[in-house]
């Protein structure tokens, strides 16, 4: 099954190249008041310690990123559901695309929310198709490159100042 799957995500990147489809990948993240440090520096002998923030607030956002360099994004302090995917592909789907387009999805819940697949001929009838990777396959994801990104690289101690300036950040 995976190598099946792989091997049509390798035929929609040559479609893709060859100016056939439109290809965007979508994912979800989220961001909280806790940055994202994984590690830190400290002299020998010295401990420092860093305690969390207690703040419930979440920015959770989907984005749909082309490889051309295109994203969309769309963002709730909301839990995600599969509500709020479909809303959001019905949105994207809404828009002007020149030619059909495919949505590559990982295997998440929320991708395959029946409200999300009952739209599925809804959405081909405007030219969009949704793809879904292989199973534990974020290495096909270039989104996911970008959400590592935001939150070990673009985002830094003052975006964690408030909630307000995190939110403007993200």
Known sequence: MYADKYERWKLLLTLWLLGYIELYFGDESGFTMQ???????????????????RQNNRLNVFGLMSLS?????????ANLDGAFIKNCLDDFARKVHPKPYVIVLD???IHHAKVVKTEFDTWESQGLSIFY?????????????LWRFCKY????KTHYKSWSTLKLAS
Not at 69 to 77: A, C, D, K, P
Not at 153 to 156: A, D, F, G, R, V
């Open 35 to 53: 940055p994202y440090v994984p590690y830190a520096w400290q002299k020998k002998g010295l401990t420092q310690r860093r305690f969390a923030r």
């Open 69 to 77: 360099g295109q994203l969309t994004v769309y963002h709730s302090e």
């Open 107 to 109: 295997n998440g819940p």
């Open 133 to 145: 990777l292989p199973t534990y396959s974020p290495h096909l994801n270039p989104i996911e490159i």
């Open 153 to 156: 690289k673009w985002l830094n």
